[in-house]
């Protein structure tokens, strides 16, 4: 998972103010009690931060991969 996966699940599930706010503010403690902002930071894999949040939040495992975005069918010919 990439950072940008990470933000786009975040914004999907709190709400980008929300998301933005307890990635700053939340203390994960899977994750040696930092912060995600801190634990992104320090390289950890966005994936394991991302499960964390979702764990500490009781987010149900049925939202952990995000909600469906409809694959895009119309062709650009450009």
Do not use: N
């Not at 933005?20 to 994960?28: D, F, N, P, V, Y």
Request: net charge negative.
């Amino acid at each position: 998972m990439r950072v940008s996966e990470f933000w786009r699940l975040m914004d999907g599930e709190f709400g980008s103010a929300s998301g933005r706010h307890l990635a700053a503010t939340m203390s994960l403690t899977a994750l040696g009690s930092r912060t995600a902002d801190d634990a992104l930071a320090a390289g950890e894999d966005p994936r394991d931060v991302w499960l964390a949040v979702c764990r500490m939040k009781d987010v149900p495992e049925s939202r952990w991969l995000g909600e469906d975005v409809p694959l895009r069918t119309e062709r650009w010919d450009g």
